[in-house]
């Protein structure tokens, strides 16, 4: 295989309803230590936003206060080595990644220990959006874009219905989940025990 092949294998496009095609490639080394920040950064403000939602069940300012400078020391010296993963259901599959059904055919799902940063950019609007911001900026054509040019264009693209701009950008992750599915692959580990169903295929 030539160097030519392995780049082309790594490039996918989506096609949105009103016509737009994206340019969407596989991710490397630099693409994730940028989602792993982004992953930290994004459980820093949840832990945070917790936090001050609740201030005004305490009465004292000071112990308002007190609440907030722990809540933000805490965050400041969190890495994302410190973050608790999370599990989430996904595609059974066999040795060669095919995705196992039923007798009705319906995809066999089982539940996956997952790293935080893999749930954020599979099951979050704001991490979805995020990993096809860094996709698709990736191709020379499109590296100008911005991560709100991304949402607008498929909040364009299907006229505001939320539904379908949901449905639209899961697929658009799902791309390049699959784009990058050997490098994913590495993050999956099967919950309290290892099985020989295969490897999930792809990031929901």
Request: charged share 30%; proline share 3%; aromatic share 6%.
């Amino acid at each position: 295989m030539d160097n030519t092949s392995a780049v082309t294998r790594k490039i996918g496009f989506q096609k949105l309803p009103d016509g737009t095609e994206i340019i969407l490639c596989g991710f490397g080394l630099v693409d994730w230590s940028a989602l792993q920040e982004a992953a930290l950064s994004h459980y820093k403000r949840t832990m945070i936003k917790t936090v001050t939602d609740t201030l005004d069940l305490f009465e004292d300012r000071e112990l308002r206060n007190e609440q907030l400078r722990r809540v933000y020391d805490e965050a400041k010296r969190l890495t994302i080595a410190d973050i608790p993963g999370r599990v989430m259901p996904m595609p059974k599959t066999n040795g060669d990644g095919k995705e196992l059904k039923d007798k009705d055919g319906n995809i066999q799902m089982h539940d996956v220990d997952v790293d935080y940063m893999t749930w954020w950019m599979s099951e979050t609007l704001d991490g979805k959006l995020h990993a096809l911001w860094l996709s698709a900026r990736k191709a020379p054509s499109q590296s100008d874009w911005s991560k709100q040019y991304i949402s607008d264009l498929f909040e364009q693209a299907t006229d505001s219905v939320d539904e379908i701009t949901a449905l639209e950008i899961e697929q658009a992750a799902q791309t390049v989940g699959r784009l990058s599915q050997s490098e994913l692959a590495a993050n999956f580990t099967e919950p309290s025990q290892k099985t020989s169903e295969g490897t999930p295929t792809m990031v929901r």
